[in-house]
């Protein structure tokens, strides 16, 4: 994927609600101000928040709605809060600020990790439709309301696993029926994959296309396998990759 100029840009910005605040690169350190502001309610059991009003254009690729409820993972509502799209309370009323949801993050426990959040930050800013890999944005069931902890608890952030799925800007995306993503998207945390682990989740993508998304001191990169072979060069097994496309930064 190229960056993408001219009209294709002017359309995008159309459709994103928040690339039309600031400059047109993500402002990822510091809080955004405006009149349209949500409201919702942290569930500390769930790791998630309640959208208990809701105001914007936003919602239509935001959250997950469950027995006629919207949900927001916490960095959906990270985001939200970071660009002052969003004030978040707890059940005794007092604020949740970004400074306390930095350190939800950092505490690893509601099934995202920091480089995660950045890798959601990035594509969110651009434009891109994003949602956790695997759970539905839509369930009428009144039993799966409380399912979502137990969806949140097996998404364990140290495995390699697929942890998004990303959808291209979509003026008329539906959450009823979205369709498939793009690409699906793994967040990397340590060493490079190993072969067989990209087979792996490569048998496991229903034949849609994987990126993965490595985090460096707030560089974020994206890359994709075309090609895996293993030479055998001097006694030592290599990962080689051929034809592989790196992406930084310019999705």
């Keep these: 994927m190229a960056s993408r ?18 400059s047109s690169k993500a402002s990822s350190s510091k809080l ?106 839509t369930m009428k069931d009144p039993d799966e309301e409380y399912g979502i902890s137990i969806l949140l608890e097996g998404m364990l952030i140290d495995d390699l696993k697929l942890t998004f799925d990303v959808y291209l800007p979509n003026s008329k995306f539906r959450k009823s029926s979205p369709g498939d993503s793009s690409f699906l998207l793994c967040v990397l945390r340590g060493n490079p994959p190993l072969k067989r682990e990209v087979e792996s989740l490569q048998r496991n993508s229903g034949g849609i296309p994987i990126k993965f998304c490595y985090v460096n001191h707030g560089l974020v990169s994206f890359f994709c396998f075309d090609k895996v072979t293993i030479p055998v060069c001097h006694n030592s097994i290599l990962l080689c990759i051929s034809n592989s496309v790196y992406l930084q930064n310019t999705l």
């Design 5 to 22: 100029g001219g009209e294709e840009e002017e359309g995008e910005h159309h459709r994103n609600p928040f690339l039309s605040i600031g």
């Design 32 to 137: 955004q101000f405006r009149n349209d502001i949500s409201r919702a309610l942290w569930d500390e059991k769930k790791g998630m928040g309640e959208i208990v009003e809701k105001k914007g254009s936003m919602w239509t690729t935001t959250g997950i709605i469950r027995n006629g409820k919207l949900y927001c993972s916490i960095e959906e509502i990270l985001f939200l809060v970071e660009r002052g799209a969003l004030h978040v309370v707890l059940s005794d009323g007092n604020s949740l600020t970004v400074g306390d949801l930095y350190k939800k993050i950092a505490q690893e426990k509601y099934g995202c990790s920091w480089e995660a959040f950045e890798a959601y930050r990035h594509l969110k800013t651009l434009g891109y439709i994003i949602g956790r890999h695997g759970i539905p944005w």
